[in-house]
């Protein structure tokens, strides 16, 4: 079971870590929002989405979607135009001047969009929930269990790590000059994702 335990660690690692539109979102997130507190919805939204992405490959959805070519390709076709949609609207973004707006209004909105970027996301879809659907195959029972868990426990505690990161950023940005600068790094980020989605075609 420690096998089982140490290879989840690593391969959720390798897999999670990496800078992609769900970890930069949250992240920028951090920064911008008055109070760590406000960010806790999208963390557990994200991490959510995660869980709900390792059960299905776990379960062996991944595999069906490996069997047909025409699935895949339909998800991919779909995430880049979301993706470019996306960034563009993150680069035309302008920070809010309004201090009497709470920052807790938009909280629906938020949390549709991290679904969006979690759920949506064909990069995980193809690479996440394929690579970590396939690696299951090699255990059973508890062992698979154990895998599964630790997978799920790497990406719940990596989202509230990148939260507070951001957040810590954010506090040390009294100006508030950072904001503009996370929206257009956070479009290239997207733009760069779908590009490399369409090279997987």
């Known amino acids: 079971m420690l096998s089982a335990i140490i290879h989840a660690f690593i391969l959720a690692i390798g897999l999670i870590i990496p800078l992609g539109v769900q970890n930069f979102f949250i992240f920028s997130q951090g920064a911008v929002r008055g109070r760590l507190t406000y960010v806790l919805p999208i963390v557990v939204t ?10 299905v490959a776990v ?5 069906i979607v490996f ?7 339909t998800i991919v076709v ?24 709470p920052q807790h209004t938009q909280v629906g909105k938020l949390i549709l969009f991290t679904m969006m ?11 996440t929930v394929g690579v970590i659907g396939t690696s ?5 029972g508890a062992e698979k269990a154990a ?7 790497v990406s719940w505690l990596w989202f509230f ?41």
């Open 147 to 153: 895998f599964t868990i630790t997978c799920i426990a």
């Open 161 to 201: 790590l990148l939260a507070a990161a951001g957040r810590w950023i954010g506090l040390r940005d009294k100006s508030g000059r950072l904001i503009p600068y996370l929206n257009k790094v956070s479009a290239v980020v997207m733009w760069a994702a779908a590009i490399y989605l369409v090279t997987t075609l």
């Open 117 to 127: 970027i979690s759920i949506l996301n064909p990069h995980a879809i193809l690479d």
């Open 136 to 140: 299951s195959l090699s255990y059973q």
């Open 78 to 101: 779909i995430g880049v135009l979301f993706l470019l949609y996306m960034g563009y609207s993150s680069w035309k973004t302008k920070p809010s001047t309004d201090k009497k707006v």
């Open 67 to 73: 069997s047909f070519v025409w699935i895949k390709t």
């Open 46 to 55: 994200a991490a959510l989405c995660d869980t709900l992405l390792i059960l």
């Open 59 to 63: 379960l062996g959805l991944s595999v």
